[in-house]
């Protein structure tokens, strides 16, 4: 359904990337308000945020006043969405200002808030910053942590704003959720994701993989990060960028992610293997590049892998710990569920059809997702990070206090 977003532009040189926001917000049908600061139109003009939103720009409270839009936008909008959000703009938000048209439409939003902030990694760890992100998440805004890397010039560190898909996704979820979304129910939780899928290697450049994307786990620890968890990823093989927040540990093999798994779970309320494990390795990886010349085709030899899930599931690495797994099936999927429900002995299953355009590499999916005790929740088709947050509803009920 079409909602009406405010996108809020702050001072910054990411200001280009909201760019690529907006068209992504405007080609799904929403209508967006396009609110720069004045510093932020020294970056990108007024002319660019019009043509590609279709709507007035302004800046100021003064412009259009008969329409009282320094009330009407916010009280309007079903999401306020704040990308870049500099160290002044979250200063003036956390003070609770209203000197320009961003800011008093923050102090009449009732709708969902969400900032993403941007800005070198000094100005983003100083104590006033810290303390006006504290007072904005305490008011029930979602502040998300900017990602790290690469900076304006040569400096690297935290305080880059996250990819325009990133922030997108984000977005759809707060509006598929509202308020709900905002609440950091998972907050003084640890949790570990896997993702992405694992390669067995034959030789120097040869593998035996899947076509796992690992955007599903990628979803799982956006959303467990905006619900205030500690994240930690283990990402098998995985081209998408790194959620902001989150720890990633990088594995190539299904041994490299038993070991990762293993030393991450030791104090993970949660441990969620979304990754698609080879349940196979090739018996021997040769050192030099096998050649086709002169050989018979041999029969490949093949040797099992561990089973993660099961053995995390036999051990309970930490009391009251939930274990959830995925199954991507192709046949009859409550029947094939149930039974590795049960051979996995894991606290839930993510159960999903695939094949055929399904789940791989799509932005959407489709699940049913199965309970030990008996209880099944169907999760009709959508984005990747509704069905996260349903898997981290159920979860949740499931933790200890
Ligand atoms: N899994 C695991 N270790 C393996 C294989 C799978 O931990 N060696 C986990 C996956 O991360 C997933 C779940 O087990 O959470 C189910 O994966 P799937 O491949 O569907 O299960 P298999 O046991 O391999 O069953 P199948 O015979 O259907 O391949």
Request: one cysteine or more.
């Amino acid at each position: 359904m079409p909602s009406s977003i405010v996108l809020g532009v702050g001072g910054g040189i990411a200001a280009y990337k909201a760019c690529e926001l907006l068209r992504r917000f405007t080609e799904d049908g929403h209508q967006v308000r396009v609110v720069p600061t004045g510093s932020a139109l020294r970056f990108v003009g007024e002319a660019t945020w019009a043509a590609l939103s279709g709507q007035p720009v302004t800046t100021s409270v003064w412009d259009g006043v008969h329409e009282v839009p320094h009330v009407r936008l916010g009280q309007r909008a079903d999401l306020v969405f704040v990308a870049p959000a500099t160290a002044d703009l979250l200063a003036r938000a956390a003070a609770g200002r209203a000197d320009d048209l961003l800011t008093a439409t923050l102090l009449t939003a009732r709708c969902p808030v969400v900032f993403a902030p941007a800005m070198h990694t000094e100005m983003w760890e100083h104590p006033a910053t810290q303390a006006n992100v504290a007072t904005l998440r305490a008011r029930g805004c979602l502040v998300l942590d900017p990602a790290a890397g690469r900076l304006t010039g040569a400096d690297s560190g935290p305080g880059r704003l996250p990819e325009p898909a990133e922030l997108y996704e984000t977005a759809l979820r707060v509006l598929a959720r509202g308020p709900a979304a905002l609440h950091p129910d998972l907050a003084g939780r640890h949790v570990l994701i896997s993702a992405g899928g694992t390669r067995e290697e034959l030789d120097p450049v040869r593998f035996l993989g899947n076509w796992s994307s690992g955007r599903q786990g990628y979803a799982l620890a956006r959303t467990a990060a905006a619900r205030g968890a500690r994240v930690t990823l283990v990402s098998a093989n995985v081209e998408l960028a790194d959620p902001a927040g989150v720890r990633v540990v990088r594995v190539i093999s299904a041994r490299d992610l038993e070991a990762a798994v293993t030393s991450a779970a030791a104090d993970a309320d949660a441990v969620v293997m979304a990754a698609a494990v080879a349940d196979f390795r090739p018996e021997t990886r040769t050192d030099s590049k096998i050649k086709k010349a002169g050989l018979a085709p041999e029969p490949l030899r093949l040797v099992e892998n561990p089973d993660i899930l099961r053995g995390l599931s036999a051990r309970r690495p930490r009391p009251g710990q939930v274990i959830v797994g995925f199954a991507a099936e192709t046949g009859d999927l409550l029947r094939n569920g149930h039974a590795k429900l049960a051979a996995k002995g894991c606290d839930l299953l993510v159960v999903n059809q695939v094949g055929a355009g399904l789940a791989f590499g799509t932005t959407d999916n489709e699940a049913v997702v199965l309970a030990s005790d008996g209880t099944e929740a169907k999760v009709p088709r959508g984005p990747k990070e509704v069905l996260a947050d349903v898997v981290w509803d159920l979860v949740a009920a499931r933790l200890p206090g």
